[in-house]
């Protein structure tokens, strides 16, 4: 039976292993997938984390989608780019690096019909799913593209990126604000990265949280009368990829359908 799994600091939240279980269901694979807190140091020396545990491929969230790069023997085009890694290949114990996030972002995006081409775009967070996120965007002609981050510096990037803090997202209006930090994810449900005034000043709020499947950011967007989306299709369709990835097949838009409502009565 192929092992498969998700690491990360810490996975309360986590629907991975709901979705990536029903998505071997659907297609009768006797296959596992279990989730793994792990720490910094076992992040560092992943290889051997995956050969002791027999792991065929795995799955990477917050903190370690940066951490994990150094140990692996191959990363793909898209992932240099990025500059984070979200899932894992091992193929006789050679390590292969995959970015099967920005998939997800854009999927999203696409299925809600979020046109951004010469538009004005936000982004909380300067973490490994903002990289993706970042390059999406950047891939589909965003105008502008403002990066918000706590520890703002007053260069802006290589690729003409501006780099701003917090007190400086006051003054930008613009199409779409994405928040791809951590806030407002399970158990703290209570916070939002940002309030009503930052938030009006946007058409569409797209949250890559998905635990809960509204978020107060969400909650705040919809009272105001704005478009919100959450990070559930972006979770499965990342996550199908790195599937395909895997094991090396290409799911038919039936099993994507039948997985994704399989999933949504499940969560």
């Not at 400086?168 to 928040?179: C, M, P, T, W, Y």
């Not at 797209?206 to 809960?212: E, I, T």
């Not at 099993?255 to 399989?262: A, P, S």
């Amino acid at each position: 039976m192929k092992k498969f799994g998700l690491i990360g600091e810490k996975l309360p939240h986590s629907f991975s292993k709901i979705l990536h279980n029903i998505a071997f269901e659907v297609l009768d694979l006797d296959y596992g997938y279990d989730l793994y807190e792990i720490d910094l140091n076992t992040a560092k020396d992943i290889k051997s984390f995956m050969i002791e545990n027999e792991l065929d491929g795995i799955n990477v969230t917050i903190p370690y989608k940066e951490t994990v790069m150094k140990s692996l023997d191959n990363i793909s085009e898209e992932a240099e780019k990025i500059g984070a890694v979200n899932t894992i290949k091992n193929v006789g114990g050679k390590l292969y690096g995959y970015n099967t996030d920005y998939y997800g972002f854009l999927y999203t995006l696409n299925s809600n019909n979020i046109n951004i081409d010469n538009k004005t775009v936000v982004i909380l967070g300067s973490g490994g799913a903002s990289k993706a996120v970042v390059e999406c965007v950047k891939d589909l002609k965003a105008k502008s593209i403002y990066l918000v981050s706590r520890n703002k510096t007053d260069k802006k990037s290589k690729d003409g990126i501006a780099l701003i803090d917090y007190n400086d997202l006051k003054d930008i209006r613009g199409e779409v604000l994405i928040n791809t930090t951590p806030v407002g994810m399970y158990p703290k449900t209570g916070f939002s990265p940002v309030g009503k005034d930052i938030i009006s000043n946007f058409n569409n709020v797209v949250d890559v949280v998905y635990n809960p499947l509204e978020t107060k950011l969400m909650k705040i967007a919809d009272s105001l009368g704005k478009k919100s989306f959450s990070g559930l299709t972006m979770l499965i369709m990342q996550g199908l990829k790195s599937e395909e990835i895997w094991n090396d097949f290409k799911f038919t838009e039936e099993e994507i359908n039948i997985i994704v409502n399989k999933v949504k009565k499940e969560i």
